[in-house]
């Protein structure tokens, strides 16, 4: 269903509208990046969101990954309904804190104690401290193109040729006790660990850098190094964390670390984030000895959204993974195909239900690949999309959900062959 082109004039005025007020317009800046403009969702249901003018759009942002049910499942849509109807308990003790905690343990390998938080950049901020306190030690191992969270002492090495901080007004010495290495080279963290360093930080599969899948026996390898130096192995699955399998990463590539970091795809769609690990490495928080302080950590709302999720997923978890990723692999298919009719040069990467493409660049192997890209095309070519009623997130990552169905994947293809077409007139993406 191609969206009313009365739909972007009703974006374009909103946003007009909210840059008068709201700084950027948006409340996250990568939003208001989305060409040609950001569409202003009214109401959502499954895999599909409406905007203020009335279209129809097939949403494969999923709230930049929490949405792995979709928009309205009725397990978490029932569970948050009750609980608000039990009072805002907010700061105070109750039982879905336990009953999350022995779920996330049930499930997750890392787990036999949890920290909840309200964001992913806050439980990475909270593992660093974990693990600091746990070894009398300051400095981490980071690796390029490993996103951590938006706090400027983890900020840095975002992208291919800059290892400095991400954005302007950070403090770079924030970020002095880090050491920057290429993720994915085991030979080089051999080189510089030592018992000196307090943890190594990383995603196990780099789905913010492209979609990269570690190169074998990368994982197995950290974990060997850390566990020689005594040095805390922290997984950043605050993506991977239940959207690649039940138990994360840490489960499909059989590397356990000492914390793992979660948050998005736990709380289907409401905020929320954790920090699970080992009894021994978690024993600065468990004592009271480190503080650990949020108003809203564990808020009931979120907390009773996170139990119906995970519970949902692990009931179904034989099934639910396997077509989410079959989906996606759809979608692989459907785009490699449409941009060689197109004669498009588009690299096109997947881990499990995560799909990034990128135009320019035949293929991503490694981050040093993206720095070939054309992001600037790919950005115009996910306008394009939208304009064909497919909302992809603007750098080129897409994400497949439970409510996602066949007839939304045919209907995401014929797009791409839009999109592309549209590129072509234009003359990009070639």
Known sequence: MIPDPASFEVAKSYRARALKTLSYGVSSTPRGRQLPAPIVADRAANAHVWDKAGSRFIDYAAGYGPLILGHSPSCVIDAVKAEMDRGLRTASVHAGEAALAELICETLPAAQKCAFVSSGSEAIQLALRIARAATGRTRVVKFRGNYHGWMDGVQV???YGNDGPGTIGQDPGAAASLTILDWGDATALAEVLTSDFAAVILEPVAVNGGCFTPPDGFLAEVRALTERHGVVLIFDEVITGYRLSLGGAQQLHGVTPDLAVIGKAMGGGLPIGAVAGSDAVMEPVSSGRLFHRGTFNGNPVSVAASIACISHLKANAQTLYPLIDGLAAQLETGLREAAARHDTVCA??????ALQLALGVAEMRSLADTAQADFPATARFAGHLLQAGVQII?????????????????????????????????????
């Open 157 to 159: 090495a975002g992208a």
């Open 348 to 353: 096109v990467n997947r881990t499990g239900s």
């Open 394 to 430: 603007g750098r080129g990552l897409s994400y497949t959900t439970a409510a996602h169905t066949a007839a939304d994947i045919a209907e995401t293809i014929a797009a791409y062959d839009m999109a592309f077409a549209a590129m072509a007139r234009e003359g990009g993406g070639k």
